[in-house]
């Protein structure tokens, strides 16, 4: 995964010229397309193309295919299903924990604003800004919020291979298991013995 990442980071997929570099803590490749999701320290997961399409220019964000809704905190870990329709995502701040649970299109088309993405980000109107964050907005919908304010963050994830329930696990060592579609807790347990 190391060199795959490095080659697209190095490509200048990850961010524009004119966006603040966030530290990167979790990365996970499309099942479906030549992309990687990830998330870092600015609590936003992004979905990027690895191979550029279009000429590289300074400051474009061409590669970017879809930014989904903040969480609180930095972003420790990330999960796609094999369909790629369903995204989780746990973060960690001040001894808090959140996991939110995505849909997304399998195929998803980014036509309607690949003009705007191919320009420098600094050049973006307010219109487009507008336009983009609203096409973000509709491909990429909140399932489900699990906000945990005394687990002492959350640290992982896995969606379990029918993507119906996601695992998470924090500072706290408990293992928390949570219906994918509602979020409602189905069964919480201590992976070990304690002594």
């Given at each position: 995964m190391?060199?795959?990442l490095l080659i697209f980071?190095?490509?200048g997929a990850?961010?524009?010229?004119?966006?603040?570099?966030?530290?990167?803590?979790?990365?996970v490749t499309h099942p479906l397309r030549d992309a990687v999701l990830f998330g870092g320290a600015d609590g936003v997961p992004k979905l990027y193309r690895i191979f550029r399409v279009?000429?590289?220019?300074?400051?474009?964000?061409?590669?970017r295919l879809l930014e989904f809704p903040k969480l609180d905190g930095r972003i420790f870990d990330i999960d796609v299903n094999t369909n790629a329709t369903r995204v989780a995502a746990v973060s960690s701040l001040d001894g808090r924990g959140q996991l939110k649970i995505?849909?997304?299109?399998?195929?998803?088309?980014?036509?309607?604003v690949d003009g705007i993405l191919q320009?420098?980000?600094h050049q973006y109107s307010a219109d487009e800004k507008k336009k983009l964050a609203a096409f973000?907005?509709?491909q990429a919908k909140v399932k489900a919020t699990v906000d945990l304010p005394d687990c002492g963050g959350l640290y992982a994830l896995s969606l379990s291979p029918d993507s119906k329930v996601v695992a998470v696990g924090g500072k706290d060592g408990m293992v928390?298991?949570?219906?994918a579609e509602s979020g409602e807790l189905v069964r919480e347990f201590v992976p070990v013995v304690l002594e």
């Open positions: 190391l060199p795959l980071l190095l490509n990850g961010w524009s010229q004119t966006q603040e570099i966030a530290e990167l803590h979790a990365v279009k000429n590289r220019q300074i400051g474009d964000d061409s590669n995505f849909e997304m299109p399998a195929k998803l088309e980014t036509k309607q320009k420098p980000t973000f907005a509709e928390r298991m949570y219906e």
